[in-house]
């Protein structure tokens, strides 16, 4: 779990599209699932806080398992290995049935550390907070009318437990406004840990890529009366022709024989290149660069700064693409893009930090005999309840 907790948007669609399926009634109880007895912090956790936790990783694990060997939508996948989009394997049920203590236990941990380092959040935020919850319960999270309490409500989770969890990148809710106060007090300038101007920058320096992209389309495309698209690649030999071209492109610009400014104006007049889709100085993390542009990367990584290639994308399919990359050089960015994105920056570096902050906190606690887990209440409910044929 990265610092701010989020079921982001393509997860959101998975619970939504898993929730036009009959739930199986479950009674609402008011079991407990963990508590913690301590003098920093007194408090229990519904059984409807872990039951939500354990429907969203088991949300998060069905759009795993359609990859997973062996998958057939008619069937359980809770027996088949997956692999999560950190490139971990694991049985799909003892991944959900992990995701799901983890996460309750880190709503758990953000609460007792808030209590024991005075984080606090503004009181009309989280009044929105709440309100935002509300509204995702009775009507439907993202703008879209699918009220979670048809989802949830008949697998044991109450109102007052979805507020606890959920989120959705869009929107503030209440476990992201505690734990960015948290991360905050930990982290930011005058925060417990605090991170300085001259470490953000050297992570910014150390994790961060400068880039440019001229797209050059390899193909024609048409559309019909109808509205609907299709695309044919160019011959083998056109497109040997185009990239050519291109690579002698990308040498002027790597030796510095031509601008950008002159490359781009030339390949808009030879091919039709707009303006608008050129992507100019950008800046990214290499994690972020590498997830979006897979292939791209593989050659981007070996470039210098200042140098560029030609990278063709999809070639053994209808609509390739090849790109001018250009490795430009990030240090010149620095200051400006620390100083103007301090706190994506900050996230990006401390994320880990938090993520273990907060799990170590659970384990301290387990070990210290204050934090207590109701096997008996929690035994009762398994990912398996969720499955429905299609």
Same mark, same amino acid.
């Given at each position: 779990?990265?610092?701010?907790?989020?079921?982001?948007?393509?997860?959101?669609?998975?619970?939504?599209?898993?929730?036009?399926?009959?739930?199986?009634?479950?009674?609402?109880?008011?079991?407990?699932?963990?508590?913690?007895?301590?003098?920093?912090?007194?408090?229990?956790?519904?059984?409807?806080?872990?039951?939500?936790?354990?429907?969203?990783?088991?949300?998060?694990?069905?759009?795993?398992?359609?990859?997973?060997?062996?998958?057939?939508?008619?069937?359980?996948?809770?027996?088949?290995?997956?692999?999560?989009?950190?490139?971990?394997?694991?049985?799909?049920?003892?991944?959900?049935?992990?995701?799901?203590?983890?996460?309750?236990?880190?709503?758990?941990?953000?609460?007792?550390?808030?209590?024991?380092?005075?984080?606090?959040?503004?009181?009309?935020?989280?009044?929105?907070?709440?309100?935002?919850?509300?509204?995702?319960?009775?009507? =439907?999270? &993202?703008?879209?009318?699918?009220?979670?309490? $048809?989802?949830?409500? +008949? #697998?044991? %989770? !109450?109102?007052? *437990?979805?507020?606890?969890?959920?989120?959705?990148?869009?929107?503030?809710?209440?476990?992201?406004?505690?734990?960015?106060?948290?991360?905050?007090?930990?982290?930011?300038?005058?925060?417990?840990?605090?991170?300085?101007?001259?470490?953000?920058?050297?992570?910014?320096?150390?994790?961060?890529?400068?880039?440019?992209?001229?797209?050059?389309?390899?193909?024609?495309?048409?559309?019909?009366?109808?509205?609907?698209?299709?695309?044919?690649?160019?011959?083998?030999?056109?497109?040997?022709?185009?990239?050519?071209?291109?690579?002698?492109?990308?040498?002027?610009?790597?030796? =510095?024989? &031509?601008?950008?400014?002159?490359?781009?104006? $030339?390949?808009?007049? +030879? #091919?039709? %290149? !707009?303006?608008? *889709?050129?992507?100019?100085?950008?800046?990214?993390?290499?994690?972020?660069?590498?997830?979006?542009?897979?292939?791209?990367?593989?050659?981007?990584?070996?470039?210098?700064?200042?140098?560029?290639?030609?990278?063709?994308?999809?070639?053994?399919?209808?609509?390739?693409?090849?790109?001018?990359?250009?490795?430009?050089?990030?240090?010149?960015?620095?200051?400006?893009?620390?100083?103007?994105?301090?706190?994506?920056?900050?996230?990006?570096?401390?994320?880990?930090?938090?993520?273990?902050?907060?799990?170590?906190?659970?384990?301290?606690?387990?070990?210290?005999?204050?934090?207590?887990?109701?096997?008996?209440?929690?035994?009762?409910?398994?990912?398996?309840?969720?499955?429905?044929?299609?």
């Amino acid at each position: 779990m990265k610092p701010f907790k989020k079921v982001l948007a393509a997860l959101i669609a998975v619970i939504v599209a898993l929730s036009v399926t009959a739930c199986k009634p479950v009674s609402l109880t008011k079991d407990w699932s963990y508590k913690v007895e301590d003098s920093t912090l007194n408090q229990e956790y519904a059984i409807g806080v872990y039951i939500y936790e354990l429907y969203s990783a088991y949300s998060n694990a069905a759009s795993y398992a359609k990859d997973a060997e062996g998958y057939n939508e008619n069937e359980s996948f809770l027996g088949l290995t997956i692999k999560d989009s950190d490139g971990n394997k694991a049985v799909a049920k003892d991944w959900i049935l992990q995701k799901a203590e983890e996460n309750t236990l880190r709503i758990l941990s953000t609460d007792y550390l808030m209590s024991k380092h005075g984080a606090t959040v503004d009181e009309a935020q989280m009044k929105t907070a709440y309100d935002n919850a509300k509204n995702a319960w009775d009507v =439907g999270p &993202s703008g879209y009318y699918n009220p979670m309490r $048809k989802v949830l409500y +008949d #697998y044991g %989770v !109450s109102e007052e *437990s979805f507020s606890i969890c959920f989120a959705d990148g869009y929107n503030a809710y209440p476990v992201t406004l505690k734990q960015s106060a948290l991360f905050n007090k930990m982290y930011d300038e005058k925060g417990i840990e605090a991170v300085s101007d001259k470490e953000l920058k050297k992570f910014f320096e150390d994790n961060y890529i400068s880039y440019t992209f001229i797209p050059v389309n390899l193909y024609t495309s048409k559309t019909d009366d109808d509205g609907n698209s299709t695309s044919k690649a160019f011959s083998a030999k056109k497109i040997k022709k185009i990239k050519a071209q291109l690579e002698e492109y990308a040498d002027q610009l790597s030796s =510095g024989a &031509s601008s950008l400014d002159d490359i781009k104006k $030339k390949c808009e007049k +030879d #091919y039709k %290149v !707009s303006s608008d *889709s050129v992507v100019e100085d950008n800046v990214s993390t290499k994690k972020d660069f590498k997830n979006s542009y897979a292939e791209i990367y593989k050659v981007f990584k070996k470039l210098s700064d200042g140098k560029a290639a030609v990278v063709v994308v999809g070639e053994d399919g209808d609509s390739p693409t090849a790109y001018i990359v250009l490795k430009n050089d990030v240090t010149k960015k620095t200051a400006d893009y620390v100083k103007e994105n301090r706190g994506s920056v900050l996230q990006n570096c401390k994320s880990d930090d938090f993520t273990d902050l907060l799990d170590n906190t659970a384990k301290e606690l387990k070990d210290a005999g204050t934090l207590k887990k109701n096997d008996g209440a929690i035994g009762k409910y398994d990912p398996e309840m969720f499955f429905e044929k299609k």
